[in-house]
């Protein structure tokens, strides 16, 4: 049934009212804390506060142990027209912090049908920015986010619980692609939520995360050629290595691209961006293993954790390229309809 705006202005409040009952009736360690408070501007759209973890350590993330409650925001969008529950896409940003790059990314999907939500994983925590110094926040942390926004999302009635994707851009990128990682789905949900796809651009692949265990939603990679910040290639050696395992990716390059391929913003140097280009290693998350290859020799425990930091390098280039900006979003949108064309 199509809905007037009068009629969604006047059941914003009984939804997140209905919400709100339905997470504080949820049993878990983690889901106790979620409280979503709405303050809603309008009828299609909406900003929410919700509570998140705020993971020190890998392990403790996974093992369910991280007590470090923090209520951090997102902004929720629909379409213009609701005719039925609607797939959503959350939304996860870099360094920067949430910029005018995710709004225009949440246009784009409300115009085509999707509901957005744009995740402010900063400010809620005290931070800014994070390109000079990415240690203010674990990498884990847009992980976590991320399953919590799943589980917010899925409880409005507007939503189709069973067609939430997760998309983000570089640091978000990371969260999204290795939010597919099983044992990070269930660091945070009970039952059989998940999500129904993972988009990552420019995410950063050199120290990744690795697991026997994948939640089977499609992954869609979107790298650029020329990206000395997160370099496609050590992305391209992991898909196939997500492949062999039995993943679905989708992996899109291309080749004239910088970091940030996708805005508008001209192309610049940050002299002060810390890179991990150099950095090669890998977090087992079943065995909670740390490893890093240095000189041809594999490394693990305390010795890893200082080649971690050694490794890293400063200076990046950042900036919009027209063909990779342009063709972008007809590549999301031909994946998020590939998709959920495959589903019931």
Same mark, same amino acid.
């Given at each position: ?35 979503? &408070?709405?303050?809603?501007? *309008? %009828?299609?759209?909406?900003? #929410?506060?919700? +509570?998140?973890? +705020? ?12 007590? !470090? ?10 379409? *213009? ?10 939304? /996860?940003?870099?360094?920067?912090? &949430?910029?005018?790059?995710?709004? &225009?990314?949440?246009? @784009?999907?409300?115009?085509? $049908?999707?509901?957005?939500? #744009? ?5 809620? @925590? ?18 976590? *986010?991320?399953?919590?926004? /799943?589980? /917010? ?10 067609? #939430?994707?997760?998309? $983000?851009?570089? @640091?978000?990128?990371?969260?999204? /692609? ?9 660091? &945070? ?27 089977? %939603? ?6 650029? $050629? ?13 898909? !196939? ?14 080749? !004239? %691209? ?14 002060? %961006? ?20 240095? *000189? ?49």
């Amino acid at each position: 049934m199509l809905l007037t705006h009068r009629e969604k202005s006047r059941n914003a409040h009984r939804i997140f009212a209905a919400i709100a009952f339905c997470f504080a009736s949820i049993g878990t360690v983690f889901a106790a804390s979620i409280t979503p &408070v709405s303050h809603t501007d *309008d %009828a299609l759209s909406s900003t #929410i506060s919700f +509570t998140s973890v +705020t993971p020190k350590h890998v392990k403790d993330f996974v093992a369910r142990s991280v007590d !470090n409650k923090v209520t951090i925001t997102g902004r929720l969008a629909f379409p *213009d027209t609701l005719h039925s529950a609607v797939p959503a896409v959350i939304i /996860l940003h870099g360094s920067s912090g &949430v910029n005018p790059g995710e709004k &225009v990314w949440a246009q @784009r999907l409300n115009a085509m $049908g999707f509901a957005s939500f #744009i995740v402010d994983s900063f400010t809620g @925590r005290g931070i800014s920015n994070t390109e000079a110094d990415q240690t203010q926040l674990s990498m884990t942390a847009g992980i976590a *986010d991320a399953y919590f926004a /799943l589980r /917010l999302l899925a409880a409005d009635p507007r939503i189709d619980n069973r067609k #939430i994707s997760v998309m $983000g851009f570089s @640091r978000g990128g990371i969260a999204a /692609l290795y939010s597919a990682l099983e044992p990070f789905r269930r660091a &945070v949900i009970d039952d059989d939520l998940r999500f129904s796809a993972h988009i990552a651009f420019y995410p950063g692949c050199g120290m990744h995360y690795t697991s026997a265990y994948l939640d089977n %939603a499609p992954i869609l990679m979107l790298l650029g $050629g020329k990206d000395d910040y997160t370099p496609a290639a050590p992305c391209i050696t992991y898909a !196939n290595d997500l492949r062999k395992q039995g993943a679905q990716i989708t992996l899109k390059t291309y080749p !004239n %691209a910088y970091h940030g391929f996708d805005r508008p913003t001209r192309l610049h140097f940050i002299k002060s %961006a810390t890179s991990a280009r150099e950095c090669h290693g890998s977090y087992d998350l079943d065995s909670n293993n740390f490893t890093m290859l240095t *000189d041809g020799q594999l490394v693990s425990g305390a010795q890893a954790t200082t080649e971690s930091r050694r490794c890293l390098s400063y200076g990046v280039t950042l900036g919009g390229d027209t063909q990779a900006r342009e063709q972008s979003p007809l590549d999301v949108a031909e994946f998020l309809k590939f998709v959920y064309a495959a589903q019931p």
